[in-house]
């Protein structure tokens, strides 16, 4: 069964997510957490950063791997999932670069399927995943698995819904959001030791009511991971105004 946690802001969700986040560190130094990008995670990841800096939380030898990016997109490319990796988290939290991973935004197409098949042994040979992070698109979305996405889905090429690529046109002014995503598949998520999906404000609201509790429904991609043995919520009051049962 899921938990639902419920804080009063993004800030208090991510300074708890943060906090299991460390005490995992602490518990095994060479951790390997799965990571996501977008908005939601951006205060976890400025509470590990300050704690690394201010409390000498030591991430050197944590392994991460992340969910997805666009493609085909260049990693200098200001939208890049890398990119925007290395700036919020990697760098300034003291992650050694040789230890972050991100599916491959310029992989040329002969090389999808053996780049994503290297992706999953990658994980599978870091020991899989002890803690996955993930955000929760509009439609239910989680990584890159827009809805019809399969539950035994692995790292692969995917289309991208147009609402996401609604949502993702502020980050290309001037040219086309890309038309496909890399992304892990539902069974990668699925296979992680903890599964924690962060979703805040109130535009969140209606897709947590639809994904919170809900038979595993394909339409709503999130739906296909209720039935994992570790899974929390980290929801604000915004996102979780439309839950049946207020907590
Ligand atoms: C993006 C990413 C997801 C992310 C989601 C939510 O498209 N591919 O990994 O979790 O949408 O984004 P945000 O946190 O900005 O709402």
Redesign the pocket.
Known sequence: MSRIRVFAGPAEAGAAAATEIAALVRAKPDAVLGL??????LPLYRELVRRHREEGLDLSRVRTFN??EYWPIDPEHPAS?RRAMLEHLIRPAGIPEANFHIPDGRTPPERLVAAAEAYEQAIAAAGGIDLQV?????NG????NEPGSHAGSRTRLVELAEQ?RR??AAAFPGEEPPRH?L?VGLATIRSARRLRILAFGRE?AAIVARAVGAAPDPAVPATLLVDHPDLEWFLDRAAAARLPDRV
């Open positions: 996501a990008t977008g908005a939601t995670p969910l997805d999932f993930l955000g929760l698109g509009l979305h989680v990584g890159f996401t949502r993702a995503g992304t969140k």
